[in-house]
């Protein structure tokens, strides 16, 4: 009895509430219905400082092991992380870390399921997670420049501003690494970079139904006025010459829409990673030319096949790049020596297959 | 005696409740619509995974102090059907927080200037500043079987990875719809 007359309170104050909440609602018209789209989630991360490290006389462990040497008798290799940080773009390499945005309100990393129709991926549901999108120039900031100003380049984030008071969403990240093989003294290694920028990188996965396989799209964009990689000793106090690398642009694309990226394990239970090759269901019917045009008439088999390989291997967005405007090594500010800037550009994947072998076993 | 208790509880109760409801008053749309809910939570924890071995005892799995066994979980999942397995193994450790906070938060200004364009609500995950972690370790390896146990296992352990200490983490996820809302 006691427990009906509980149910029955509980059911008179919702229904009261039901019916004011009913007062507050409006109908959508099929005009406001149709902006509505299927929303993913943006994430910013705000005031943002990430650090650990291995110091192990205070307690702090940080490594990696299980690698082993490749010598006559291979010995373990232990990988001691001393740092690994994200913070604002003026941390003296990892010494003074002050909090960054990563991501902006009106430009976030995102997750989402998108329409595989819309890119180019058949009738198949697409995850996507990805870093601020590219915008355009004149709303855009360049890339490297850390004094960048609108409509300076195609990157969403910017540079910090203190006189603004603003942290920026261009963090500085590194990652120092002691390396110690067997009991030999160890040796520190240093990667720094200053006020990165990853815009318009994204992970894309799907389904493969022919392979029934997780296949991915994966473009990393990765953009710093300086990357700088140096050794030192385990103290970090006596470090050997610097490689500096200034206004350094990495534009990695793995896989596409038609040659979709393979991740899998095989039966000896090695990592494969694949590339698949191009190709197209009329490829064989091309002319030993290889062209169609006015002068060499082809089938619309052959050209629809030709069409497709040209418009293939003239979209940038299939290729990778990799920029460094100028090369250092010792001091930058000294008597080092310059090596000019080196470009590797338009680097196109045709097919590309990596088997991992464990040279452990028998 | 204990009758009379559960009697002076309900009487007391139920005298509360004509209290209460007394001081209650009705609230317009008007004023409704300016409420927004405030607060929010405020979380600590500790969570620990298989910190002395886990309940499955065989020729693989065992205590943690054999050390002929693994101690630690493990998952294992496929990218390809009848394909092999990628493996997260041994995993144990354990790893605590204090002042994760969630709150809704309205932003209008700020951020650069991004704050006022954005004029909206997002979820704020506060984060901890410190996370504590307790000799959290685990190895990365491909595997031709999801268990240890089965047929035809053979794995290769990739690498293995031991945090202990602090670690600092500080600052605010903001989680929010995009889109057009």
């Known amino acids: 009895m006691r427990v009906k007359n509980k149910k029955l309170l509980l059911f008179v104050p919702v229904l009261a509430f039901s019916s004011l909440a009913s007062a507050e609602l409006a109908t959508l018209s099929d005009d406001e219905m149709s902006t509505v789209d299927g929303a993913g989630i943006g994430l910013v991360l705000e005031d943002f400082v990430f650090d650990h490290g291995d110091d192990q006389a205070n307690g702090q462990v940080f490594k990696i092991t299980g690698i082993k040497s490749t010598a006559a008798s291979p010995e373990d290799v232990e990988i001691t992380v001393s740092q690994l940080y994200i913070a604002r773009a003026d941390s003296n390499y990892g010494e003074n870390l002050n909090p960054v945005n990563l991501g902006r309100l009106v430009n976030p990393f995102q997750i989402d399921v998108i329409d595989g129709a819309t890119l180019g991926i058949g009738n198949k549901a697409v995850l996507e997670m990805a870093a601020p999108t590219k915008v355009p ?38 990652l120092k690494l002691g390396v110690a093989v067997g009991s030999k003294t160890p040796h520190n290694v240093n990667i720094n970079a ?56 990495l534009e990695l694309a793995l896989g596409n829409r038609f040659q979709p990226m393979y991740m899998d394990v095989n039966g000896d239970g090695n990592f494969v990673f694949e590339v698949k090759a191009i190709a197209h269901q009329y490829m064989n019917q091309l002319p030993s030319s290889g062209k169609c045009d006015a002068g060499n008439p082809c089938s619309a088999n052959a050209q629809a096949a030709y069409d497709f390989f040209k418009s293939y291997y003239e979209n940038d967005e299939f290729r990778s790049n990799l920029r460094i405007g100028n090369m250092t090594i010792g001091d930058i500010n000294a008597s080092g020596k ?16 990596v088997t991992s072998h464990d040279l452990a076993a028998p | 005696m204990k009758k009379f208790a559960h009697c002076l509880l309900g009487f007391m109760g139920s005298l509360s409740v004509a209290v209460a409801h007394a001081e209650l008053s009705s609230i317009d749309d008007g004023d409704l619509s300016a409420i927004s809910g405030q607060g929010g939570v405020y979380l600590s924890g500790e969570i620990t995974i298989n910190e002395q ?106 690498y293995t990875v031991n945090i202990d200490g602090d670690v600092t983490m500080k600052g605010n996820l903001l989680v929010f719809p995009t889109g057009t809302p």
Not at chain 1, 147 to 169: K, Q, Y
Not at chain 2, 95 to 113: A, H, K, W
Not at chain 2, 133 to 146: G, I, R
Request: with cysteine; net charge negative; glycine share 12%.
């Open chain 1, 338 to 353: 310059d090596f000019g800037s080196a470009r590797i550009e338009g680097m196109l994947i045709q097919y590309l297959k």
């Open chain 1, 137 to 174: 120039f004149a709303e855009g900031y360049d890339c490297l420049s850390s004094s960048a100003t609108a409509g300076s380049g195609t990157c969403s984030s910017r540079p910090m501003d203190l006189g603004a008071g603003f942290n920026g969403e261009r963090p500085d990240l590194g």
């Open chain 2, 53 to 158: 071995g886990g309940p499955i005892q065989n020729a693989y799995f065992g205590s943690c102090s054999d050390p002929a066994k693994r101690c630690g979980a493990r998952i294992a999942y496929q990218t390809r059907q009848d394909g092999g397995w990628y493996v997260l193994d041994d995993i144990r450790g354990s790893f605590s927080f204090q002042g994760l906070t969630l709150r809704v938060r309205n932003i209008d200004s700020g951020f650069g200037g991004d704050g006022a364009l954005f004029n909206r609500e997002v979820l704020e995950i506060g984060l901890p500043d410190t996370i504590k972690v307790d000799n959290l370790q685990y190895t990365y390896a491909t595997s031709s079987t999801a268990r240890p146990t089965d047929a035809g296992y053979k794995q290769t352990d990739i």
């Open chain 1, 194 to 249: 200053k006020s990165a920028v990853f815009d318009g990188s994204y992970l894309r996965l799907w389904g493969d139904d022919d392979r029934h396989q997780l296949v991915a799209e994966y473009k990393l964009n990765f953009y710093t006025p300086e990357l700088s990689i140096n050794s030192c000793d385990p103290s970090g106090q006596n470090c050997g010459s610097t490689i500096y690398m200034k206004n350094f642009e």
